[in-house]
């Protein structure tokens, strides 16, 4: 024997894997061969477990430790090769390394809408996304049902199949669990607890577990959205008829608006007066005489004159419309003086109370004395 062959049987054999992809699941072990050395030192540290197949059929599992491979600590290996405690001989055997750890924040959502029956509005359509979390529970029966000889096998390759399970299960859930649209949201964690239920059952004969679902949203479709966030609107205005009065009344309130809005009042008002006048007048067919020709039109009178609104300036603040009568009021308890400046539409600027005809007729007719003085 030669020193390297003398050298190479004294090296003892360090099985062991280091994972930083984090989102590896199954790695196989590489040997030239697949030859292992009897007494073969095996480390499976935390969060993973080891699975020893053998000419095809699955063998031992290594949970996490430190492992010498001998007949003791392989009885499956040492049934199948019918080993006796004098063996000392390399085998051949392949190490499919399982991480165990958990698998966080992986995404789920529907698709496709989901149609359910509403008990208030009837048929609706949801969608639904979330979060989830997976472990391999049973690194064998993992290993033969979905890795099969795969040497590298990833997160990636079967989050597709678990995210249909998921769909499939929420909507079976939502269906059946007569939750309204409306009290979903306060209902998401019972609606994902449920959900976890239906799908451990499935995942199991994986070899997986669903340690967390988690439901972050559902949702209706844009149009019927629309629509509630309008009902919620008329439930915040409550009586739309006083709603209207208020809008009005703060159209009125502007500077400049208000007048503005009053004349047009005033001259639709006498617009539609001055119509009326002319229909009873001339009735259906218009008038006629006695001796059945056409009477003569009678003439209407012209129309009253439009009464002015005037607004009133006092230490740098503007405040009206008022009527003339309201005028007449405010000259009468002092609150309008000659020195008052007034403004009316159409007229160029802000002039003096007594400087204006229209008002200066206020502050020359005075009430009569008081009965008894």
């Given at each position: 024997?030669?020193?390297?062959?003398?050298?190479?049987?004294?090296?003892?054999?360090?099985?062991?894997?280091?994972?930083?992809?984090?989102?590896?699941?199954?790695?196989?072990?590489?040997?030239?061969?697949?030859?292992?050395?009897?007494?073969?030192?095996?480390?499976?540290?935390?969060?993973?477990?080891?699975?020893?197949?053998?000419?095809?059929?699955?063998?031992?599992?290594?949970?996490?430790?430190?492992?010498?491979?001998?007949?003791?600590?392989?009885?499956?290996?040492?049934?199948?090769?019918?080993?006796?405690?004098?063996?000392?001989?390399?085998?051949?055997?392949?190490?499919?390394?399982?991480?165990t750890t958990r698998f966080n924040d992986l995404k789920w959502g529907t698709k496709n809408p989901i149609?359910?029956?509403?008990?208030?509005?009837?048929?609706?359509?949801?969608?639904?996304?979330?979060?989830?979390?997976?472990?391999?529970?049973?690194?064998?029966?993992?290993?033969?049902?979905?890795?099969?000889?795969?040497?590298?096998?990833?997160?990636?390759?079967?989050?597709?199949?678990?995210?249909?399970?998921?769909?499939?299960?929420?909507?079976?859930?939502?269906?059946?669990?007569?939750?309204?649209?409306?009290?979903?949201?306060?209902?998401?964690?019972?609606?994902?607890?449920?959900?976890?239920?239906?799908?451990?059952?499935?995942?199991?004969?994986?070899?997986?577990?669903?340690?967390?679902?988690?439901?972050?949203?559902?949702?209706?479709?844009?149009?019927?959205?629309?629509?509630?966030?309008?009902?919620?609107?008329?439930?915040?205005?409550?009586?739309?008829?006083?709603?209207?009065?208020?809008?009005?009344?703060?159209?009125?309130?502007?500077?400049?608006?208000?007048?503005?809005?009053?004349?047009?009042?005033?001259?639709?008002?006498?617009?539609?007066?001055?119509?009326?006048?002319?229909?009873?007048?001339?009735?259906?067919?218009?008038?006629?005489?006695?001796?059945?020709?056409?009477?003569?039109?009678?003439?209407?009178?012209?129309?009253?004159?439009?009464?002015?609104?005037?607004?009133?300036?006092?230490g740098g603040q503007t405040s009206g419309p008022y009527s003339k009568a309201k005028l007449g009021r405010?000259?009468?308890?002092?609150?309008?003086?000659?020195?008052?400046?007034?403004?009316?539409?159409?007229?160029?600027?802000w002039q003096r109370a007594e400087d204006v005809m229209e008002l200066a007729q206020l502050f020359t007719?005075?009430?009569?004395?008081?009965?008894?003085?």
């Amino acid at each position: 024997m030669g020193i390297f062959d003398f050298l190479s049987g004294e090296f003892i054999d360090v099985i062991h894997w280091t994972d930083d992809s984090r989102d590896t699941m199954v790695w196989r072990f590489e040997r030239e061969d697949h030859e292992i050395k009897y007494g073969a030192k095996l480390t499976v540290r935390e969060g993973q477990a080891a699975v020893f197949v053998h000419e095809g059929q699955l063998a031992d599992v290594f949970t996490p430790g430190l492992y010498m491979l001998e007949t003791n600590n392989m009885p499956i290996m040492t049934t199948l090769q019918h080993w006796d405690h004098g063996f000392k001989s390399p085998f051949k055997s392949e190490i499919y390394f399982v991480n165990t750890t958990r698998f966080n924040d992986l995404k789920w959502g529907t698709k496709n809408p989901i149609i359910v029956r509403d008990p208030e509005f009837g048929p609706v359509r949801l969608r639904a996304f979330g979060t989830y979390s997976v472990k391999v529970a049973d690194p064998a029966k993992f290993l033969v049902e979905i890795v099969g000889t795969d040497g590298e096998f990833t997160m990636d390759e079967i989050s597709y199949q678990i995210r249909n399970i998921i769909v499939q299960e929420f909507s079976r859930t939502i269906a059946r669990a007569g939750i309204p649209v409306l009290d979903m949201a306060a209902n998401t964690r019972e609606l994902g607890q449920l959900v976890g239920g239906e799908i451990a059952a499935t995942i199991a004969e994986y070899g997986l577990a669903m340690p967390e679902l988690y439901i972050e949203n559902i949702s209706l479709p844009p149009a019927v959205e629309d629509v509630m966030d309008k009902r919620s609107s008329m439930g915040v205005i409550g009586n739309l008829n006083e709603y209207m009065q208020f809008q009005a009344a703060e159209a009125l309130g502007r500077d400049g608006g208000g007048a503005a809005a009053i004349q047009a009042g005033l001259g639709a008002g006498l617009g539609m007066q001055i119509g009326h006048q002319a229909a009873a007048a001339a009735g259906p067919w218009g008038a006629r005489s006695q001796g059945g020709a056409p009477a003569p039109a009678q003439i209407a009178p012209p129309p009253p004159p439009i009464e002015h609104v005037w607004h009133v300036a006092e230490g740098g603040q503007t405040s009206g419309p008022y009527s003339k009568a309201k005028l007449g009021r405010m000259a009468a308890d002092g609150s309008l003086t000659r020195e008052s400046y007034v403004w009316t539409p159409g007229q160029d600027g802000w002039q003096r109370a007594e400087d204006v005809m229209e008002l200066a007729q206020l502050f020359t007719v005075l009430p009569p004395p008081p009965p008894g003085s």
